[in-house]
């Protein structure tokens, strides 16, 4: 095996946890877990999506995503209601208060995560998105 490749994965990983070990923490600080804020930023600023949008678009595991909603259901953030055509169908959607999280926290959350890159520029951004677009592309093949 290439070492490389290796030092390549390696940092790769490395990077994206350090990310997520950071993102975590910024998150906590406002009192939710990462699960329950990626619900709340994903349903925010939309009218809901149904349970199966949620799960793709979060990708957290069926099950726990209703663990996760049954706790936000329970603090009032999110609802559940039955499709209108479809009665089996779950649709969830931020309450008011919900609502109001979103536009308080997600912003901050966003800043927070902006500082750790205040030192990019432009260019070393647009680098960034060539290589990961490249790497996802390569990815992506079957």
């Not at 909603?69 to 209108?84: I, N, Y």
Request: include cysteine.
């Amino acid at each position: 095996m290439s070492k490389r490749y290796l030092r390549s994965i390696r940092l790769l990983s490395e990077c994206m946890q350090l990310f997520e070990t950071a993102s975590k923490r910024n998150v906590r600080q406002f009192g939710y877990t990462p699960a329950q804020f990626d619900i709340i930023a994903t349903l925010g600023n939309t009218t809901g999506m149904t349970c199966k949008e949620l799960g793709e678009k979060t990708l957290i595991t069926k099950g726990t995503l209703t663990g996760v909603l049954d706790r936000l259901e329970q603090k009032g953030l999110v609802q559940r209601e039955r499709g209108g055509e479809d009665r089996r169908q779950l649709f969830i959607m931020l309450t008011a208060e919900g609502e109001a999280i979103f536009k308080d926290i997600f912003p901050k959350v966003v800043v927070a995560g902006e500082q750790r890159f205040a030192h990019y520029t432009d260019d070393d951004y647009h680098a960034l998105e060539l290589a990961l677009s490249k790497l996802k592309q390569h990815l992506s093949v079957s």
